[in-house]
């Protein structure tokens, strides 16, 4: 598995440290580098690639333009001097962003981001072995391994994905557009509000599920879960 890129930069110097820092991982391939984000904008419309390093500020257009013009968009790490890009970021769905001047280390870790997130998303749609979940928040791309959900709650807008050790993740997601993303037979919905993990359901009794530290609602909706589930204790 190869990850062809592209990094569009009007920096020379970031050019070429970006284009050595790819050079030293063997799961990518550089296949091409623009200075100017117009050039790169119009090689991308012809020639799909995996990942793309695009910088923010740049002189013609923004990078924050040239991703939102993209049709088909391959998995994208902003590059950039500036903090106050990051909701842009997010909005695109960008897989992470680094601060200039990079470091290798922060490089790197992108960079595993980047192919751990190919895999999961080029995965077969049978295979069900993948155990974790993807989702934006704080700006990038959270890896959540699907062990450590406790249970994920509806926040209108947003979801919170709690995970153990009394954490939170916060994303701007639907429930069913989440649902989505986890294994059937491992996550069931059992209210408009919530989604707990199937085997970390101790006792479901008088409309109410209870998991290793809290106790959740059933709506009638979904109490053909909580007799199915009853039946199979």
């Known amino acids: 598995m190869v990850l062809k890129c592209i990094a569009i930069d009007d920096e020379p110097l970031a050019l070429r440290l970006i284009s050595e820092y790819v050079s030293r991982f063997p799961a990518l391939q550089m296949v091409n580098t623009f200075e100017d984000a117009i050039s790169g904008a119009e090689f991308l419309k012809n020639t799909p690639v995996d990942l793309l390093f695009v910088d923010i500020n740049m002189p013609d257009i923004t990078g924050i333009d040239l991703v939102r013009s993209l049709q088909v968009k391959p998995i994208v790490i902003f590059t950039t001097a500036y903090k106050n890009f990051a909701f842009e970021g997010f909005e695109l769905e960008a897989l992470d962003y680094i601060l200039k001047p990079i470091d290798i280390k922060r490089f790197t870790k992108a960079v595993e981001k980047a192919v751990d997130y190919y895999k999961y998303r080029n995965k077969p749609a049978t295979e069900e072995t993948d155990e974790s979940l993807y989702v934006y928040s704080e700006y990038r791309m959270v890896k959540i391994d699907l062990s450590t959900i406790e249970y994920i709650e509806s926040m209108e807008d947003y979801i919170k994905i709690h995970i153990t050790n009394d954490k939170t993740i916060l994303t701007l997601m639907p429930m069913k557009k989440v649902l989505e993303k986890l294994p059937s037979t491992?996550?069931?919905?059992?209210?408009?509000?919530?989604?707990?993990?199937?085997?970390?359901?101790?006792?479901?009794?008088?409309?109410?599920?209870?998991?290793?530290?809290?106790?959740?609602?059933?709506?009638?909706?979904?109490?053909?879960?909580?007799?199915?589930?009853?039946?199979?204790?």
């Open 186 to 233: 491992k996550f069931q919905r059992i209210h408009r509000s919530y989604i707990v993990p199937v085997n970390k359901i101790r006792s479901i009794q008088n409309r109410k599920v209870q998991l290793t530290d809290i106790e959740l609602p059933v709506s009638e909706t979904y109490n053909d879960f909580a007799r199915n589930w009853s039946k199979q204790k």
